[in-house]
């Protein structure tokens, strides 16, 4: 399975502020998806990271909020901009492999004061 | 759409007690059944999977049994530990280029 890196591992963070996110994979990988688990809450998919073109985003999720990039199949960002108390979140970046499961990062702990 | 319910928790067990974790699903198709594990403070980490009816998934005591006639695939563990004391999570999905749904969760409290 595919070793996933995510930085950094947790921030506290000024509202109105924004921060990048980043997921390394060890190798490369055709499908990436983010995920936010709000506290004490599951998973909800925010976009699936498409390399070489514009992320697509799940419902109520905008990219002028949580722009993401992908320029290869190794590497991707995502950044949530503006962000407020309601932003506390673990992000979680994802891969998937061929066999239909999906494998984890440890997540970005966020915290918005 | 597709959607995944789970009991609600916590569960509270004592050492070496019987678990079960109810899951359900609604689909279109035939999709992938998984359990995901995350203990505290960590990320997501896959105990088991299956992907057709009947199939059996297994790893470190856990089981589940992909259920079409019922849509379930409950969680179970014959003698639970203070270490499997975690937060649960039902998905399930297919080998295409989607994203896998997640059910709610359901947190395990094992005391010694």
């Known amino acids: 399975s595919a070793v996933i890196s995510q930085k950094p591992s947790r921030d506290i963070c000024q509202r109105g502020t924004s921060l990048t996110i980043q997921c390394q994979v060890d190798s490369q990988v055709t499908m990436m998806f983010w995920y936010r688990q709000q506290p004490g809450q599951s998973l909800t998919l925010i976009a699936t990271?498409?390399?070489?073109?514009?992320?697509?985003?799940e419902s109520g999720f905008v990219i002028d909020k949580f722009p993401i990039s992908r320029p290869n199949l190794t590497f991707s960002t995502l950044t949530v901009s503006n962000m407020s108390p309601e932003d506390s979140s673990i992000y979680l970046c994802?891969?998937?492999?061929?066999?239909?499961?999906?494998?984890f990062g440890e997540g970005s702990r966020l915290t918005v004061l | 759409g597709d959607s995944v319910t789970q009991m609600e928790g916590p569960v509270t067990l004592s050492e070496e007690a019987f678990l079960t974790i109810n899951c359900t699903y609604t689909?279109?198709?035939?999709?992938?059944l998984f359990w995901y594990v995350q203990y505290p403070g960590e990320g997501l980490q896959l105990l088991l999977k299956a992907t057709k009816a009947d199939d059996k998934g297994s790893n470190k005591g856990f089981e589940a049994t992909y259920r079409k006639e019922t849509t379930s695939f409950h969680l179970e563990k014959g003698s639970v530990q203070v270490s499997d004391s975690a937060v649960y999570f039902c998905?399930?999905?297919?080998?295409?280029?989607?994203?896998?749904?997640f059910g709610s969760g359901t947190r395990l409290q094992v005391q010694p």
């Open positions: 994802s891969v998937k492999e061929v066999a239909g499961e999906l494998f």
């Open positions: 998905a399930l999905g297919d080998t295409g280029r989607r994203a896998l749904t």
């Open positions: 689909a279109t198709g035939y999709p992938s």
């Open positions: 990271a498409n390399q070489g073109s514009e992320a697509t985003y």
